[in-house]
C-alpha cells in the first residue's frame, strides 16, 4: 500500500481544490449572471436561466489544487504540469464552445488535442510510459495495433461522453466524484502515487463545487466543466497506466456515448440535434420519447423501464449505476494485483 | 429503481464480456504466428463484440417500446 503521509498530503491537495471551488463558484454564479452568460434549465417548470461556464471556478480549484500538488510532491511537478497542461487545453475548447458555440464536430476534433501534452512529455521527455494498459489476470495487454489507433481518442473520448452525460443538474459532478473516490482505492491498491494525486486534484476541485451544481442547479458546468473533468480522467488513466480500471469505471459515460452517436450517426451539438430522446412535460416530468426512430440514451432506458419520472429520480439512478461501476473498478483493480 | 437496475445489469454484462474477450484476445488470437492476421482478426473480435452489444441494447429498447404506452395517450 501507498505510505500514510504519500497519503495524508493527497488529502491536503484535495482539501485545497475543495476550499478554492468551494470559494470561487459564488463570485463566478455572480460574475456570469452579470455578463449575461446564462442558459435555460429545460428540465423545470417556468425553465429559470441558470448561470453556464462552471468550468471556470473549476478550472481555477484544479490550477490551485496542481499547484499545490507541485509544491507537496516536487518529484512528481513534471507530471503535474503535463496533467495541468492537459486541463488547460480542454478548458479553452469547452470555454470557446460555451460563448460561440462551435459545431459539434468541430469541438469533437478540437478536443483531439488535448492528447498532445501527454504525447509530447512521452516521446520527447520519456515521463510517461504508453502502450502498457494493466489489465486484470493478464498483467500488461499487448495491443500492438489498437492502443496507437485509439491514442488519440485516450483523453478526447473520456471528455466527450463525460460531456454527453452532463444532461441533467449534479450529473457530471455527482459521477464523476463516485468514480475519483473509486480511482483513489484502484491507485492505492495499484500503489500509483501520481495515481492518487492526480485524483486529489480532480476530487478535490469537484467536491467543492458539487454544491453548487445539484439539483436545483445554481450554476451549469457548460462545456468547460465537463471536457475539463473528462480530459482529467482520460489523462489520469494514461498517464498512470490505469486505462482499463478508468474505462471501466466510465462505463455507463461510454455506453450511452456509444448509443448516442450510434443513432445520431456522428457528432452533433445538442442545439443542431432534431429528436430528443426524452421528453418534458409541462409540470417537469420527464417521459420516454416513444418514437421509435428516436435517439438512444441512457435516460430513455430509464425512463423506458420507470414509466417515466422526474430530474431528481434519473440523478438517482445515474448515482447508483455509477456506484456499480466503481465497484468494477476497485474489483478491476484487485484482480489486476493479484494476477 | 427499475431502470437503475436494468442499467446496471448491462454494466456489470459489459464489463464481464470486455474481461472475456481481452483474455481470448491476448490467450488465444495472440498465438497466430503471422502478425499481420493476427491484427485483422484481433481487431475483428473487438468490432464484432462492440456490434454484438449495440444490437443488444438496440433489442432492449425495441422490446421496451412495444411493450411501454406512452402517457400522453398512444404511442409514437
Known sequence: ??????VARAAV?????????WAVTPIAITALRRRGLVRPDVHKPGKPLVPTCGGVPLFTALTVASVAAALLFPDLSAKVLV??????????????????????????????????????SAYALGLVVLGRPRVPLLGTLRLTILYWLLLPLAVAGPANVVNMLDIMNGVMPGMSIIA?????????????????????????????????????????????GSLTVGAGLGALAVM?????????????????????????????EHREVGERPIRVLGDGRLVPNYSPSAPLSLTRLILLMEGGGNEASVVRSYFIIECVAACLAVITALLTVIG | ??????????????????????????????LIPHSATRS?????TYFIWLAAWYLLI??????LLSKASSPEGGRG
Open chain 1, 1 to 6: 500500500m501507498i505510505d500514510a503521509g504519500v
Open chain 1, 13 to 21: 491537495v484535495a482539501c485545497i481544490g475543495a476550499l478554492t471551488s
Open chain 1, 83 to 120: 496533467f495541468w497542461l492537459t486541463l488547460l487545453i480542454a478548458f479553452a475548447v469547452g470555454l470557446v464552445d460555451d460563448i460561440y458555440v462551435l459545431k459539434g464536430e468541430v469541438k469533437t476534433l478540437l478536443s483531439l488535442l488535448t492528447i498532445a501534452p501527454i504525447a509530447t
Open chain 1, 180 to 224: 475519483l473516490v473509486a480511482l483513489a482505492f484502484t491507485s492505492a491498491l495499484l500503489k500509483s502515487v501520481e495515481g492518487l494525486v492526480l485524483t486529489a486534484i480532480l476530487l478535490g476541485a469537484l467536491v467543492g463545487y458539487y454544491p453548487y451544481n445539484k439539483l436545483p442547479a445554481r450554476i451549469f458546468n457548460g462545456d468547460s
Open chain 1, 240 to 268: 498512470t497506466r490505469q486505462e482499463l480500471v478508468v474505462m471501466t469505471v466510465l462505463l455507463p459515460h461510454l455506453v450511452n456515448g456509444f448509443l448516442v452517436l450510434a443513432s445520431f450517426k456522428g457528432f452533433k
Open chain 2, 1 to 30: 429503481m427499475r431502470g437503475a437496475f436494468l442499467v446496471s445489469s448491462l454494466i456489470v454484462s459489459i464489463w464481464l464480456s470486455l474481461l472475456a474477450v481481452l483474455l481470448f484476445v491476448e490467450r488465444v488470437i495472440m
Open chain 2, 40 to 44: 485483422i482478426v484481433g481487431l475483428s
Open chain 2, 58 to 63: 438496440k433489442k432492449v429498447f425495441k422490446f
